[in-house]
């Protein structure tokens, strides 16, 4: 059996649904983030179906946002489980928080070259700080690459590197079944948005987060799906290639926003941000950012765009 169970974050995003696989190891995919509330509603949950923490044999990690996470270093204190995830998020999440605080010269560089005014960048640092108390360090031990195999409760799951939400994430595909755990990679109500990130390999080069995306979503599109569980909200139980398409076509239309707004002249990303999103609050900036350099990443690749450095700063022109 495989029980969906819908954890409350502290988060924007609201509920996050784990996925619970019965059998002769009971697995955990996704732990909900580390608040009390959080964990106390695990356990009333897990209590509904006669199991207790501690019988976690297994926890899979689909990638390394807080409210997917985040309790896992709680549950593996308390079962002794064994956590698997991708290659890409293991130094993330055995490094905890150092990993993540070496990023944020990073993001400030970034948003330094992209137009973010001080003040700003002094507040968007600051909520990066406050979310380290949402997760914890956790031993990792198995790595998992795009094509291994798993089995849950009796069945085989295909892993699927899906790159471009988070550079790590991994949704399950169960052929048979044709059943997918999307996680954050497909939703059904809330376009997944391309993090800003470090490339994975440490050389402080941003990834194309988005350019990674569509190239995953498209990957997905040709499985054949019946079913999909994603991280949050409700299954998609209709054709998940035209889910996929709307998708897709919906980021092509924003990068046309992007470039009709360069027809003027030559603008940072942050100016960009301003026309896109008049009336941004400070809280959702750093998402506004992702996803304008995001379709600027996109735009470059259709070659329309391209970078010319001012100083410190990137302007982005029309070719
Ligand atoms: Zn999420």
């Not at 892993?159 to 790590?168: C, R």
């Not at 765009?305 to 982005?316: F, K």
Request: proline content about 5%.
């Amino acid at each position: 059996m495989m029980h969906s169970l819908s954890l409350p974050t502290p988060f924007p995003v609201g509920a996050v649904n784990v996925y619970l696989f019965e059998g002769d190891e009971l697995t955990l995919v996704d732990t909900g983030s580390q608040t009390s509330r959080t964990l106390e509603s695990l356990r009333q949950q897990l209590a509904t179906r006669g199991f207790q923490i501690r019988d976690i044999r297994r926890v899979i990690v689909t990638h390394t946002h807080l409210d997917h996470c985040g309790l896992t270093a709680q549950i593996v204190a308390e079962s002794g489980a064994r956590v698997f995830t991708h290659r890409n998020n293991v130094e993330w999440l055995t490094q905890f928080p150092q990993r993540w605080q070496a990023d944020e010269p990073f993001l400030d560089h970034i948003a330094t070259q992209n137009g973010v005014p001080g003040g700003l960048r002094e507040t968007l640092s600051g909520y990066v700080t406050t979310l380290a108390r949402y997760c914890a360090a956790v031993p990792i031990y198995g790595v998992l690459e795009d094509g291994d195999q798993m089995t849950l409760d009796g069945a085989l799951w295909q892993v699927m590197h899906t790159p471009g939400h988070s550079g790590g994430l991994v949704c399950l595909y169960q052929p048979e079944q044709q059943c997918l755990l999307s996680s954050d990679h497909l939703l059904k109500k809330i376009s997944s948005n391309p993090f800003v990130e470090l490339s994975v390999n440490g050389t402080h080069k941003r990834r194309h987060s988005l350019v990674e995306y569509i190239a995953s979503l498209r990957r997905v599109a040709e499985l054949p799906v019946q079913r999909i569980l994603p991280g949050h909200g409700e299954p998609v139980t209709d054709d998940h290639r035209a889910l996929i398409a709307r998708r897709i076509q919906s980021h092509h239309n924003r990068a046309d926003q992007i470039a009709h707004a360069l027809a003027s002249g030559s603008q940072t990303a942050y100016q960009l941000i301003r026309v896109i999103f008049p009336n941004l609050s400070p809280a959702n900036t750093l998402l506004a950012f992702s996803e304008v350099l995001g379709h600027l990443d996109l735009l470059e690749e259709q070659g329309r765009v391209r970078q010319q450095a001012h100083g410190e700063l990137a302007y982005y022109r029309l070719n």
